[in-house]
Structure formats: structure tokens, C-alpha cells
């Protein structure tokens, strides 16, 4: 584990009108500080006392050029690898078809190779179970299958990171 110091450049907090309840108790924290991975960021987190409405965002400070990372997993200690992503970044992995595109609402993650995968899965479940017609069942098949064989044997997978900021990265693991 790396124990660097964290450096916290500004800390405020301060009461709002809570925008789910209304109540005068809606309590935002703000921090600036280095963040490993992203350098410099705001993190705000807000708190309804009243109705426990919680949310984090964390905001980087420090914007980079455009940058567009391929990585090749070939080995099955390649899902290890970790993949920092943030809030603005698209995520493609070609031999599944797979598009992980961020939200109005997306959140800057960590996670691994694995992870990914697992998060495709999910969403695969989800969309399913809204679906009234299974008409890509052939299709759900080989994807669920591929990604059961990488997850076993490892396999390739090919990782397209597309960030407008550049901070995201994948640190492969060794």
C-alpha cells in the first residue's frame, strides 16, 4: 500500500435547502486535495439530514489533452489490471460489441478488467428484463460465453479508453 501524504488545499462546509425534502438541513462538504490517479479534485458531498439523501461528486481540477488509451489482455492475470475511468470517458471493447458510454450523471471509477466485464453482465441482465422480444438471444449467448471463457482461461479482450480529459488510465498489473 503507498502511503503518501494527502494534501488538502480547501475545506468548506455549509447548510442549503434540500432540493428532495426541502428542509434547511441539506449539509454540503467541499474538499480539494491530490487525489492518486487524478491529481487535483473537488469532492462534494451532499447529506439531507431529513430524508438521507446522499450524494458525492468528485470533480478533477486538473484537465489534460484528449487521450485515447488501447490495451491488450491476452492473459488472464491481464483482468487485474487496474482501470481508472472518468465521468467523461467511453469505454470499448470490440470483441464484445460493448460500449460503456457515461451518463449526465456518470461517476469517475475504479475498477479492474474484471470489473468491467461484470458490469457488462449486469447490464445485460437488466436490459433483458426489460425486454419484451428476446430476439438477440444468439447474440446475448456468445457474449455471456466469451466473457465466462476470459474470466477462466483469460483470453483476447482489447480495451479502447476515449477521454476528452485525459486523466483516465489502466495500470497493468504485473
Given at each position: 500500500m503507498n502511503n503518501e501524504t494527502i494534501f488538502v488545499e480547501y475545506k468548506n462546509t455549509y447548510t442549503e435547502i434540500c432540493p428532495i425534502c426541502g428542509d434547511k438541513t441539506f449539509k454540503i462538504n467541499e474538499v480539494i486535495h491530490l487525489q492518486p490517479h487524478l491529481g487535483r479534485t473537488l469532492i462534494v458531498s451532499k447529506l439531507g439530514k431529513k430524508c438521507g439523501y446522499k450524494k458525492t461528486e468528485i470533480i478533477p481540477l486538473e484537465i489534460k489533452k484528449r487521450k485515447i488509451i488501447v490495451y491488450k489482455a491476452t492473459e488472464k492475470k491481464d483482468l487485474y489490471s487496474k482501470i481508472v475511468r472518468t465521468s467523461t470517458a467511453t469505454i470499448y471493447i470490440p470483441e464484445l460489441g460493448a460500449v460503456i458510454e457515461p451518463g449526465v450523471d456518470a461517476p469517475i471509477f475504479i475498477t479492474n478488467i474484471e470489473g468491467i466485464l461484470s458490469r457488462i453482465e449486469d447490464a445485460i441482465d437488466r436490459i433483458r428484463v426489460l425486454e419484451?422480444?428476446?430476439?438477440?438471444?444468439?447474440?446475448?449467448?456468445?457474449?455471456?460465453?466469451?466473457?465466462?471463457?476470459?474470466?477462466?482461461?483469460?483470453?483476447e479482450l482489447t480495451i479502447i479508453i476515449d477521454d476528452p480529459t485525459g486523466l483516465s488510465k489502466i495500470i497493468a498489473k504485473e
Open positions: 419484451d422480444n428476446k430476439t438477440n438471444d444468439e447474440e446475448v449467448t456468445r457474449i455471456r460465453e466469451y466473457i465466462a471463457k476470459v474470466k477462466q482461461k483469460g483470453g
